[in-house]
């Protein structure tokens, strides 16, 4: 039976583990938010110091639909959620179409009293890394081939994202500089040796951290400029300078509050 209440796992359905398992709600949750302010001089409010979004927290409850007296089975079918959930990786939800959110860590229910057929269970994912639902296919563009050039992409979400770069040298020779801006953001580098045909790789990993390789070798260290490539919603431009020509290719994924 193909419910209306879906949540799959690292691919795989909860409710095609066994068709006893009914899920009763899902919730894909609100980020939490942490807020730093101090009082302002006079008698009222506030101005804010700081914010931060910590993590997200996604629920999904079920109920099995196994009688009472066979008491082995239900323990089989919780035992069986608890391995599915236990796996994490990238969480899908009815309701959040084309959206996803990487699974850092998960709170399992009580087992509780399996005497109780009506009983249901709570499992909690927590997003800690990316604390937001993300776009499952990112939004991309590229440049023709140049040593430096501007092009626009359309960033989706309605909160902030990180931008990934790659950047192909098609000089055949060696590159020692390489700058890309985006956001009022910038990184660059120096001091590099991309090979003639080598590739600059700037990008995020499901743990949302950023890394930066050249020709496959960490290249952190000649790394200056801002923290990361953060971009807002909507239309935004990526310009990037190099000492000898190639082709720029950025991507980003979508994230989401709601």
Known sequence: MILTRR????????????????IRSIEPGTPRENVQAVNRMGYAGQRMTGQHWESLEAKVTYAIDIPKRNLAERREVIQMINAWALSKGWLRMTGMTDKRMYVDKVSLPDTGDL????????????????????DSTAASMSTGTSAGTSKTIEVGGNVKTVLN??????????????????????????????SGNGKIE?????????????????VYS????????????????????????GVLTASCYGRWIG
Do not use: M
């Open 202 to 218: 700037i990008t995020h990993g499901t743990d949302g951290l950023l890394r930066i390789k050249a020709d496959g070798a960490n």
């Open 115 to 134: 005497w109780d057929w009506t009983a249901e269970h709570t499992i909690s994912f927590f997003a800690y890394n990316v604390p937001f639902w993300q």
């Open 7 to 22: 949540c799959s796992l690292a691919g795989v359905q909860l409710d095609e583990l066994d068709p006893r398992i009914v």
């Open 222 to 245: 000649k790394y200056t400029g801002s923290d990361d490539l953060y971009v807002n919603p909507g239309t935004q431009t990526v310009s990037f300078t190099a000492d000898r020509s």
């Open 165 to 194: 770069v790659t950047f192909e040298n098609r000089s055949g020779k060696t590159i020692t500089r390489f700058s890309v801006s985006a956001g009022g953001n910038t990184i660059s580098l120096t001091g590099l040796s991309l």
